[in-house]
């Protein structure tokens, strides 16, 4: 049993950057695919980011080419979301979420372990 811990949310402009942290716990980290999901108010859970239990594979959702970045530390045993050029469209509730698939999905159902989720603000 894996659980996951967010931390790192906040307020921040448009424009500016944010990193969000997950720590884990339980279970054996590095045989994990790893990833982010959020939701914004009024919205359906959406994939943001992922990668792979190798970490070499990172798929990204269209709205975060270019702007976030993924990265896992199987040694401290946290994965990172960094974000940059942030939008007011990226508000939302940010979930950490470990599968034992190799590569994960997009689908938030093939997804076994979830964070409680992390606010993130970005004003205008």
């Known amino acids: 049993q894996v659980q996951l811990v967010e931390s790192g949310g906040g307020l921040v402009q448009a424009g500016g950057p944010l990193r969000i942290s997950c720590t884990a716990s339980?279970?054996?980290?590095?045989?994990?695919?790893l990833g982010w999901f959020r939701q914004a108010p009024g919205k359906e859970r959406e994939f943001v980011i992922r990668v792979s239990r190798s970490g070499v594979t990172t798929y990204y959702a269209d709205s975060a080419k270019g702007r976030f970045t993924i990265s896992r530390d199987n040694g401290r045993n946290t994965v990172d979301l960094q974000m940059s050029r942030l939008k007011p469209d990226d508000t939302a509730v940010y979930y950490c979420?470990?599968?034992?698939?190799?590569?994960?999905?997009?689908?938030?159902?093939?997804?076994?372990?979830w964070g409680q989720g992390t606010q993130v603000t970005v004003s205008s």
């Open positions: 339980g279970g054996t980290f590095s045989t994990y695919a």
């Open positions: 979420v470990a599968s034992p698939n190799f590569y994960g999905t997009s689908n938030s159902d093939d997804w076994e372990y």
